[in-house]
DNA sequence: TAAAACGAAATCGTCTGATGATTTTAATTG
DNA sequence: CAATTAAAATCATCAGACGATTTCGTTTTA
């Protein structure tokens, strides 16, 4: 009569792998400040700081580039990515229509099970920063308030995504009039809930378009040396699909 | 011994390491029909096909499943991605605005360097195929096209993430009448070529939508079990706790 | 002394082998 | 024949090893 080993069996990710918390630590950190872009990844350092193997650490370092997060030289190991100026554009370019989306079919979405409940939540929360300085903290409720957004929109490809455009934002949460920014959240989350998709779309594309243009008043320091122009590497071979 | 080599090492990321050659001869076997959709992936088994150690197959694996193109689950190994119906839909959601952005960017940028061979290049390919009947070889053809039209963009943010979407566009090459296809696919190029932005974007937006809608045709046992608006798994997360 | 050459150390890519945990299967039993 | 149990398969992780490549400090040389 006892199935109730079956019972249990079905869900069963309760628990997070090596690696993936390893992940999760690392991405924490950059949000805490104890990793920074640009960081080096040195899988020894890492294997006694997790106190892990090598393979673990590697798989690691591997989920992390693939999410955008690291990226891997052959021999020369791992680093926190560090944008230049023209990437942290073009991840702005893709978040620009992407939250926009979000925003869109969360606003469509408004009536469906908790959705609302949710997203005022979230909402509130992140506005009661409004007075507050920028702060790690802040960060973190903002991209709950865009996580609960893209919940609330229901595209499951979209929320296997957002986080790892998120962790770039981690660095341009800076020289913006917080009112202005509040203000534009207001916006959005009021053309959220009110079901009305083209503005909501709107102003969420616009915020980004906002935050793009601040990025214009960030010194050249705070991003990687763009290379760019330079040497297009052609791709010694089409990488992806042979 | 002399620096010769040194000098030479520029380019440095030539050979693809082991993980990267089997998780491209996956990718192509998906594109070739060797590997298909829900197909579980046994590590002893790719361990001899390709010859290579456990910790091997498991990168390769690992880095599958962070592209999306892999789902993995604790102690019950990896399977190919088997979309259901709304996950494809929701998969062509992203396209639709991800391919729009490609376009807009390729029509801004058609005057660059040599954007505008290398694109119409591609999409001469692309049309030679218009009697052809589906194969993958046109699949390979098409991604071509969408890959240079991204390149042309000049966003490298789409450049990385675009593979990942194309994968899942596999099963959608099929139920839809190939000269609305090839016509949807002209007039992509046509605005491309001559610059016109909103053109473009629109163009490709509908063509994604197009494909969306030709969804509706396809059976549902080309698709996986759809658990999404059942039961989301809320169900049993915290059963045990003994 | 500054630049080039060299070699040792650090680090990475990959392999082999091993152990415990969990799921899947096959066999046994009531 | 259903249910229980034992066996096999598979996974997660670890430990250690070896060659390849880069990095870095030191020595040599111009």
């Given at each position: 009569m006892n199935k109730a080993t079956k019972m249990t069996s079905r869900p069963s990710q309760a628990r997070l792998s090596s690696p993936d918390q390893i992940v999760r630590n690392i991405i924490q950190g950059l949000y805490e400040g104890q990793f920074v872009a640009g960081q080096r990844l040195i899988e020894p350092d890492l294997m006694s700081r997790y106190a892990v193997s090598r393979g673990t650490v590697r798989e690691a370092i591997k989920r992390l580039a693939a999410e955008g997060v690291a990226t891997q030289t052959t021999y020369r190991g791992a680093h926190i990515r560090h944008l230049s100026r023209s990437e942290a554009r073009d991840v702005l370019q893709?978040?620009?229509?992407?939250?926009?989306?979000?925003?869109?079919?969360?606003?469509?979405?408004?009536?469906?099970?908790?959705?609302?409940e949710q997203f005022t939540a979230a909402h509130k929360n992140l506005m009661t920063f409004v007075d507050s300085p920028d702060s790690f903290e802040f960060?973190?409720?903002?991209?709950?308030?865009?996580?609960?957004?893209?919940?609330?929109?229901g595209n499951r490809e979209l929320e296997r995504l957002m986080p790892g455009f998120q962790?770039?934002?981690i660095r341009t949460h800076l020289k913006q009039p917080q009112n202005e920014r509040?203000?534009?959240y207001r916006v959005m989350a009021e053309a959220i809930l009110a079901g009305n998709k083209k503005t909501a779309e709107a102003a969420a594309q616009k915020h980004i378009r906002r935050v793009s243009e601040a990025l214009n008043n960030i010194p050249d320091s705070t991003f990687a040396p763009d290379a760019t122009n330079q040497q297009r590497q052609f791709e010694d071979e089409d990488l992806n699909h042979a």
């Open positions: 893709l978040l620009e229509i992407t939250i926009g989306l979000a925003a869109r079919l969360a606003a469509s979405n408004m009536d469906l099970l908790g959705a609302r960060v973190r409720v903002r991209n709950q308030f865009y996580r609960a957004m893209t919940i609330a929109g962790v770039h934002l509040f203000a534009d």
